[in-house]
């Protein structure tokens, strides 16, 4: 059982959210047990500010090796994009490292398309089997490479891929039509010598310049060249490479706008990934506006239905972000920081597990914890491609694209502390149950200025109540409640909001989004929330943080 209790203190607009939650134990089973939870919210202070574009999404560089691309202008594809909102667009990944730009005319048989075409393809029998062959076209390569990578090593498997005018001026026509900025990866590793050859990116930013507005980034976690590909470059070389870049950019005021993100490193739960990003930020020489990082919780290749589920697994984000903000603070650095390439399993998820709806806990704590923490932006791996994309193949949105979707809907920028307290301090009676509260968004929803939304995980097999226990206070809200479409399988690829399946309602049109209403009266009543779910709860409170 939870209840919400909303208490004023000091002036009218400093608001104390207190939420009792009672839990069962902590392998989930049921339990006679309870025990009072309080979920404190300091409405006074607002402790971190997120960038306004967070979450956002990434593409492999793989798109242009499976000739992907050519279906950027799908009218599903475009019409799941825009709703998203304003977003960076990551393209990189470990095949970044093997992207050379050419323009069309450098290649045999290239036919050039115009900078204006962008048409949207709308579904026609001619253009879904157009679209199907290029699907199974990719699927096929894909497959190769897999096997390929098993059988010889990645560094093996992975051969040079081309990026071609036509791809790279569509690329940016699709973010343009969308409000997407790309963040491009460019290849580190054209060396000459210790030093990185920048006259492929040179050839590219050139090309770009005065045509589109870019962010950048240079080589994909750097600090596992060895183990990937047999290679070192120190830490300290790859910020000469960052300093490198940063002058060619300076060199027109075009750039001028345009940041500089890196290094991207891996392993930030161990010491040595601490100890890489921080010599990188002492040697960079304020190159970069961003340091950025990547995480996964599990393998893919070994995860279960359990580990979605696994408190421990959960918490290790913690340790992680503990060691990026360890290793800008020893390096005197003041840069933003943004998780540039993150979902729950590497390796491109799994399948059966990462593509359903059990996969949204791990994701929505994700957003939770690192916006707690201080990071500035998550960037989700990946929009479309792979077992953890938001998009299956054929563009059918998954159950976390439409949490994503939500949670760019209902969720602000602005943070608030919450704080967990038990009467008998037993922690199994508070980590089945997580929430967070920010500033509300009132640009979809009309919600009204002053409101607040927590978004919620309830991972526990019981139901938690919701109640408020302010008997003068009278504060209506809307609930988003999420639930696997089958309440036997948290493995469905399908998800209820408040009961209802979502579902597109033709190939390109969304559906609404409807909340429950929640009325003060209900509130007081109890607010139930089922098991194995997740969801927002808006409130339309007036706390002064959130007027503006």
């Not at 956002?56 to 594809?77: K, M, W």
């Not at 010599?279 to 960079?284: A, E, K, T, V, Y």
Request: with cysteine.
């Amino acid at each position: 059982m939870i209840w919400l209790k909303v208490v004023f203190s000091g002036s009218a607009f400093a608001i104390s959210f207190m939420l009792i939650a009672i839990y069962g134990d902590v392998n989930f089973t049921r339990s006679t047990r309870t025990s009072a939870i309080f979920v404190s919210v300091n409405t006074t202070d607002v402790i971190f500010q997120t960038d306004h574009l967070s979450p956002s999404f990434a593409l492999g560089a793989s798109i242009f090796e499976y000739n992907l691309v050519r279906l950027f202008n799908d009218a599903r594809f475009v019409a799941l994009a825009q709703a998203l909102g304003h977003s960076e667009l990551r393209v990189g990944g470990t095949k970044q490292d093997f992207v050379h730009f050419k323009r069309d005319s450098e290649i045999p048989n290239k036919n050039h398309r115009s900078l204006d075409e962008f048409e949207i393809k709308e579904m026609t029998p001619a253009y879904r089997l157009r679209k199907h062959r290029v699907i199974q076209a990719a699927r096929a390569l894909d497959e190769k490479f897999l096997l390929n990578t098993h059988t010889y090593g990645l560094k093996s498997a992975i051969k040079p891929i081309i990026l071609s005018e036509t791809e790279w001026n569509k690329l940016n026509k699709f973010c343009n039509h969308t409000n997407w900025k790309l963040l491009f990866g460019l290849n580190l590793l054209i060396r000459d010598g210790h030093e990185w050859n920048s006259t492929n990116a040179e050839k590219l930013i050139l090309y770009s310049q005065n045509l589109y507005r870019i962010d950048w980034q240079l080589g994909n976690e750097p600090n596992s060249y060895n183990h990937k590909f047999g290679m070192r470059i120190s830490a300290e070389q790859i910020a000469k490479d960052f300093i490198h870049l940063s002058c060619i950019l300076r060199q027109s005021s075009w750039w001028d706008s345009s940041k500089i993100i890196g290094p991207d490193a891996n392993r930030m739960q161990t010491s040595n990934g601490g100890a890489f990003l921080k010599r990188f930020l002492m040697s960079d020489g304020e190159s970069v506006q961003v340091a950025s990082f990547h995480q996964y919780y599990i393998n893919g290749k070994y995860a279960k239905v359990a580990d979605f589920l696994n408190v421990t697994i959960l918490d290790s984000l913690s340790t992680v972000l503990n060691h990026v903000e360890k290793a800008r603070k020893e390096a005197a650095s003041n840069v933003a920081i943004w998780l540039s390439e993150t979902s729950s399993a590497f390796g491109g998820g799994t399948e059966g597990l990462t593509d359903t709806f059990i996969n949204g806990f791990m994701w929505l704590d994700k957003l939770g914890l690192s916006a707690r923490s201080g990071v500035n932006l998550i960037v989700r791996q990946t929009f479309y491609w792979g077992n953890y994309a938001l998009l299956d193949k054929d563009f059918t949105p998954r159950p976390d694209y439409w949490l994503t979707l939500l949670y760019k809907r209902l969720v602000g920028h602005k943070v608030f502390k919450l704080k967990l307290y038990s009467t008998d301090n037993r922690l199994n009676d508070v980590t089945n149950f997580r929430m967070y509260a920010h500033c509300a968004k009132n640009n979809t929803y009309n919600f009204k200025h002053g409101s607040i939304v927590f978004y919620f995980i309830n991972i526990d097999k019981v139901h938690q109540k919701l109640k408020m226990l302010e008997k003068d206070l009278n504060v209506n809200g809307k609930l988003y409640l999420l639930q696997s479409s089958n309440s036997d399988n948290l493995r469905s690829k399908f998800v209820k909001l408040n009961g209802e399946l979502i579902e597109m309602v033709d190939y390109s049109t969304l559906p609404q989004l409807n909340p429950t209403e929640i009325s003060g009266y209900e509130l007081k009543d109890g607010l139930s929330i089922p098991p194995h779910s997740f969801g927002f709860l808006a409130l339309n409170s007036t706390i002064s943080h959130c007027l503006f």
